[in-house]
């Protein structure tokens, strides 16, 4: 039997008393939202987060002396990133009716709209309702919006199994607490998919002390969880949504026959942190154990139980899962979980490597029909000059009734599309402005990602989706000047150091820590399986090529055995890139021409000038014989001196 190890006196944080006033998720909002103000209290808006929400102020319009801009940003509640046509439209329609015009896919496969006023946001959070989606637990201390894989393939069962298991958990952990409707429909019943008999079963089942003896909240009572948590189920090799990112990830085990087994559990993940407070940390989750599918509802109660009771509720920087997992380690943390379970939890079945992969283009669905992967820059679906994304969008989904899947790096799965179909998507989206060949971008603005920042996002220190555009620019044309034009990595951004667009995977990751200033991290992967480190803990943006020159260089000088760029920071460590930084003089742009075109030349530190065919040689040679360029070349350069003297 486990017990709740939280004392009655153990001092806790300011939120969770309000989430004990609360009346389970209604007050003071509900009061607070029949009043003529533009916008919530403190209190209300820790309350308001619960049902998807969260109250921001548009900076760009602050006028002094004047009120804050205050507008509400609302977030679908979109397991696994479903979106029907019917809900789609909606959206669409809300963001220009109430909102700034945009949509924005999340990196955790929902959507968001910003600019929501206060007055507003009873008629918009009914619409969502009505047309089959949700916003509820989409922010809050409870469990977040499921992720899995989204390609839609019919042929392989375990994308399916993904995409079914994070729909019913995230039913489980859904609240019972009536006062989503109470509040945004006046207790209006509508019409929503059943859940299934076994989540239904499950999240009454107590054994161990894995319920809460609540009559509301069964698996959470009235405190819910000490902050957010996050789950993730995917499939073997599939690393489309950040698996090691998530408090929870499961990994769907199949037979050879393609039948359900069980799943893989990891567990501790997550990225948010607070500069210049060392304690907190990004961290990747750790492969837990084995479970089969019958028991796999119960296990997953039980770590939601560990966190719910030992996380801690007075430090909310200190509230995330991982920080159990890093305190008391693997085999403490499954040992308090199999108490709650009831049963010891199997080993960890072998996987294949991790891959990332985007599903962008045209592909084959499996059952005749046809899928096509949209990249959205930045996730944020707009309407911009010649870019007509949102018109382009609506017409289809409006004219097809297509489906879609959100991505975990905020781009756009359209399905079940009928073949005869093809060909009029593609005119629409051409006609619209729309990139339809995945290999026509830039794989530098491909896999990045940002998030919102500022001005709207009360976290954000700095610019983030607004100005990678230009940054990835200025490292393109940088790489191209190197000689590096073929060169490609994951890059990510964000306005501030909680993590929202997963710097800290990144191969390249900017991190807001002043205005016009950001953390350097280096040294993640393409397939998101090792976490960076922080390289410099401040840039200024117009350093930007004074910065990363010298890193390029030196990858260009001693890359091996085609590395990614992540791979090569790994490998010389921090300490030989800044040292090769410090001593590294600036290239200038030269250019040498032969009678029929001009020849690029590249030089060293040293301004030694290397034309491009004698480099490939070089090259070759650094790879062959496993040493820097700069080794051949300084043997090279002795022996010729030797024979002069």
Not at 167 to 177: S, V, W, Y
Not at 403 to 418: F, G, K, S, V
Request: net charge neutral; aromatic share 10%; with cysteine.
């Amino acid at each position: 039997m486990v017990t709740t190890p939280i004392s009655p006196t153990a001092k806790v944080s300011k939120v969770e008393g309000i989430k004990e006033r609360s009346n389970y998720l209604r007050e003071p909002l509900a009061s607070e939202l029949l009043e003529d103000t533009t916008h919530f209290t403190d209190a209300a808006v820790q309350i308001l987060k619960f049902h998807g929400s969260y109250q921001q102020d548009n900076r760009d319009n602050r006028a002094k002396g004047q009120e804050k801009d205050y507008q509400m940003m609302l977030r679908t509640r979109s397991p696994g990133g479903f979106i029907p046509a019917q809900l789609y439209l909606t959206l669409d329609s809300l963001s220009d009716r109430y909102g700034n015009s945009t949509l924005r896919v999340t990196t955790r496969q929902g959507f968001q709209l910003h600019g929501i006023l206060k007055k507003n946001l009873k008629a918009t959070l009914g619409e969502i309702i009505r047309s089959m989606g949700s916003t509820l637990a989409a922010c809050g201390d409870v469990n977040r919006n499921v992720t899995a894989p989204p390609a839609p393939y019919k042929n392989r069962p375990e994308y399916g199994y993904a995409w079914e298991y994070a729909n019913n958990i995230a039913d489980l952990l859904t609240p019972q607490t009536g006062a989503y409707y109470e509040i945004w429909l006046d207790g209006e019943k509508v019409i929503s998919a059943e859940e299934a008999p076994e989540v239904k079963a499950s999240r009454q089942k107590d054994t161990n002390g894995i319920n809460k003896n609540d009559p509301i909240e069964p698996i959470y009572g009235q405190h819910y969880m000490p902050r957010k948590f996050k789950i993730g189920v995917t499939v073997p090799g599939d690393n489309s949504i950040d698996i090691y990112t998530n408090d929870l990830g499961l990994v769907v085990i199949t037979d050879a026959n393609g039948q359900l087994q069980g799943f893989n559990i990891l567990a501790g993940g997550g990225l948010g942190r607070t500069h210049n407070k060392e304690e907190t940390f990004p961290r990747m989750a750790d492969p837990i154990g084995y479970v089969d599918k019958e028991d796999v509802y119960d296990l997953v109660k039980a770590i939601v139980a560990t966190q719910r009771d030992y996380g801690d509720r007075g430090d909310r920087r200190h509230a995330r899962m991982k920080y159990i997992l890093e305190e008391w380690g693997v085999e403490k943390f499954r040992s308090t979980v199999e108490g709650y379970f009831g049963q010891k939890i199997a080993p960890y079945q072998p996987l294949p490597d991790w891959k990332y992969q985007d599903f962008l283009g045209w592909n084959e669905q499996g059952d005749g029909k046809l899928f096509f992967g949209l990249s959205v820059e930045n996730g944020r679906v707009k309407n911009e000059g010649s870019f007509q994304l949102k018109t382009a969008l609506k017409v289809i989904i409006e004219r097809f009734q297509l489906p879609m899947r959100l991505t975990a790096n905020h781009n756009i799965i359209l399905y079940d599309i009928e073949p005869q179909d093809q060909q009029a998507i593609e005119a629409i989206l051409k006609e619209h402005g729309m990139i339809t060949d995945p290999a026509e971008i830039d794989p530098l603005t491909r896999y990045a990602m940002a998030c919102p920042a500022w001005p709207t996002c009360g976290l954000a220190i700095t610019e983030s989706e607004r100005i990678l555009p230009s940054v990835i620019e200025r490292i393109r044309t940088l790489l191209n000047r190197l000689g590096l034009s073929k060169e490609q990595f994951v890059i990510r951004m964000t306005g501030c150091p909680n993590g929202c667009a997963r710097p800290y995977m990144a191969e390249l990751g900017f991190v807001g820590s002043a205005p016009n200033s950001y953390q350097l991290w280096l040294g993640g992967t393409a397939d998101q399986t090792r976490l960076a480190r922080p390289y410099l803990d401040k840039m200024a943006i117009d350093d930007l090529e004074k910065v990363l020159e010298p890193i390029f260089v030196y990858f260009q000088q001693d890359q091996q055995n085609n590395e990614t760029f992540g791979e090569f920071c790994h490998r010389v460590n921090f300490p030989a890139l800044q040292a090769f930084s410090a001593t590294y003089t600036p290239k200038m742009t030269e250019t040498t021409t032969t009678e029929s075109k001009p020849k690029r030349v590249r030089k060293n530190q040293n301004r030694v000038s290397v034309p491009d065919d004698m480099f490939v040689r070089l090259k070759e040679a650094s790879e062959t014989e496993k040493r820097p360029m700069n080794q051949i070349i300084n043997a090279a350069l002795e022996a010729y001196f030797s024979q002069k003297s």
